[in-house]
T-cell receptor, first 109, second 115 residues
Framework: AQRVTQPEKLLSVFKGAPVELKCNYSYSGSPELFWYVQYSRQRLQLLLRHISRESIKGFTADLNKGETSFHLKKPFAQEEDSAMYYCALGSGGYQKVTFGTGTKLQVIP | GAGVSQSPSNKVTEKGKDVELRCDPISGHTALYWYRQSLGQGLEFLIYFQGNSAPDKSGLPSDRFSAERTGGSVSTLTIQRTQQEDSAVYLC?????????????FGPGTRLTVL
């Protein structure tokens, strides 16, 4: 069975400090991993996916198959980064996506 | 163009009543998904449609839950004999195809409260 674990429910950091949102997964096949974000009063939206190896809004995430992790990082947090972040695992030939329980990021001015 | 829309935005019902939740996907999107988001929980996959077919219904929590999609477009999630534990936000998403790398676009959700 596939599983996504986000150990932190809440992460508070000061503006300008580095951010790391942790995500670990369990899956026997080749994973497709995503980070989704939900800003206050907005819809859930895709932030980035590992296959694209992209940096979005200064965030990056590296897939570490050895540690089965896909942590989300940003070197300098901004107030507008405050949101709920969900790590997600896609598997199989179609989009059965398993989401983690989410981490609320709070950036303190 | 318009994004995914869901109606109603809020629904309060009494235990034992039936409810219908509607999802209008982005035009041209062949894949449609229903999720449930309960307080303190992640998003729980319920069902997925490719066109009008539902290849994966494995996430439906009980036989009180059913869903259909017509014309490859609108989908309705029906919950019969609602229970208090059904209270949650129900999210719908659509994607161009069901390939895992296609982006899922989410609707605003329907908040269901069962009294």
């Amino acid at each position: 069975a596939q599983r996504v674990t986000q150990p932190e429910k809440l992460l508070s950091v000061f503006k300008g400090a580095p951010v790391e949102l942790k995500c670990n997964y369990s899956y026997s096949g080749s994973p497709e991993l995503f980070w989704y974000v939900q800003y206050s009063r907005q819809r859930l939206q895709l932030l980035l996916r590992h296959i694209s190896r992209e940096s979005i809004k200064g965030f990056t995430a590296d897939l570490n198959k050895g540690e089965t992790s896909f942590h989300l990082k940003k070197p300098f947090a901004q107030e507008e980064d405050s949101a709920m972040y969900y790590c997600a695992l896609g598997s199989g030939g179609y989009q059965k996506v398993t989401f983690g329980t989410g981490t609320k990021l709070q950036v303190i001015p | 163009g318009a994004g995914v829309s869901q109606s109603p935005s809020n629904k309060v019902t009494e235990k034992g009543k039936d409810v219908e939740l509607r999802c209008d996907p982005i035009s041209g999107h062949t894949a449609l998904y229903w999720y449930r988001q309960s307080l303190g929980q992640g998003l729980e996959f319920l069902i997925y449609f490719q066109g009008n077919s539902a290849p994966d219904k494995s996430g439906l929590p009980s036989d009180r839950f059913s869903a259909e999609r017509t014309g490859g477009s609108v989908s309705t999630l029906t919950i019969q004999r609602t229970q208090q534990e059904d209270s949650a936000v129900y999210l719908c998403a659509s994607s161009l195809t069901s390939v895992v790398t296609d982006t899922q676009y989410f609707g605003p959700g329907t908040r269901l409260t069962v009294l």
